[in-house]
């Protein structure tokens, strides 16, 4: 079973069997965005910020 820790809270996540690369998980911990960066080892990074431009 992998398990990453949050780059943010560093709470310990646990990723499904299922997750993917650059899937977008949530931690249950802070909330935060974050992506599957690789599986061997698990690993993940903040996900970028979408900025969306609403415009006018
Ligand atoms: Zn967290």
Request: aromatic share 2%; hydrophobic share 35%.
């Amino acid at each position: 079973m992998n398990t990453v820790s949050c780059p943010e809270c560093e709470a310990e996540i646990t990723l499904d069997a299922s997750t993917e690369v650059g899937e977008i998980i949530v931690c249950s911990d802070c909330g935060v965005d974050l992506e599957v960066t690789g599986l061997d080892p698990a690993e993940v990074n903040l996900a970028p910020m979408e900025q969306e431009d609403w415009g006018e």
